[in-house]
């Protein structure tokens, strides 16, 4: 199992969706999204995760309106940046020896996230407006890519190469 898979199902901030509609599922929901605070808070867990929130904010206030690169691009998705604020949420407290992402809006308007490791070594997660999550890796001469749905937590196959693109 990789670091980031294990890290993954040890996340605190990471809650199965609500689906309830009772005033007790309400109450629920509330609780853990408190809990959840609680743990991104931390300094222990959350210093990494506020930084990625940070980064998302300005993102959105830099991004707000069309055509803000002066080549037509368009406004932030404001669908996309509520995932990506989700994705992030997501995020397990990575090992040290994984880098934070990179974060930008595309001209499209939509969040992308991008990982690093040298020279054609790179990986990227668009965070599309309807749960959708397309990526693209390249790894030296090899390349993937495709499209996940991020429904409770970050699909495995993206968790993979990210992974990846930091093992020896």
């Keep these: 199992m ?3 898979s294990t890290a993954l199902e040890t ?3 990471v809650f199965n969706k609500n689906v309830g509609v009772s005033d007790s599922a309400s ?3 509330r609780d853990t999204e408190n809990i959840r605070d609680y743990f991104a808070g931390s300094v222990t867990f959350g210093e990494r995760l506020a930084k990625v929130l940070e980064v998302l904010l300005k993102e ?3 991004h707000s309106i069309d055509n803000w690169d002066g080549y037509g691009a368009k406004a932030i998705n404001i669908d996309s940046y509520n995932y990506a604020w989700y994705f992030a949420l997501s995020l397990p407290s990575l090992p ?3 880098p934070m992402p990179e974060i930008y ?3 499209d ?3 992308t996230y991008e990982w690093y490791e040298g020279k054609r070594r790179v990986f990227s997660v668009i965070v599309g407006n309807r749960n959708e999550l397309a990526y693209a890796g390249l790894y030296g001469a090899s390349k993937t890519y495709g499209v ?3 429904y409770e937590e970050i699909p495995e196959n993206i968790i993979r190469n990210i992974n990846g693109l930091y093992s020896e």
Excluded: D, F, R
């Design 148 to 150: 996940e749905y991020m």
């Design 105 to 107: 809006v595309n001209p």
């Design 2 to 4: 990789s670091k980031l």
């Design 109 to 111: 308007g939509y969040v």
């Design 60 to 62: 959105k206030e830099e």
């Design 96 to 98: 040290s020896s994984i």
């Design 11 to 13: 996340n605190p901030t």
């Design 27 to 29: 109450e629920i929901w």
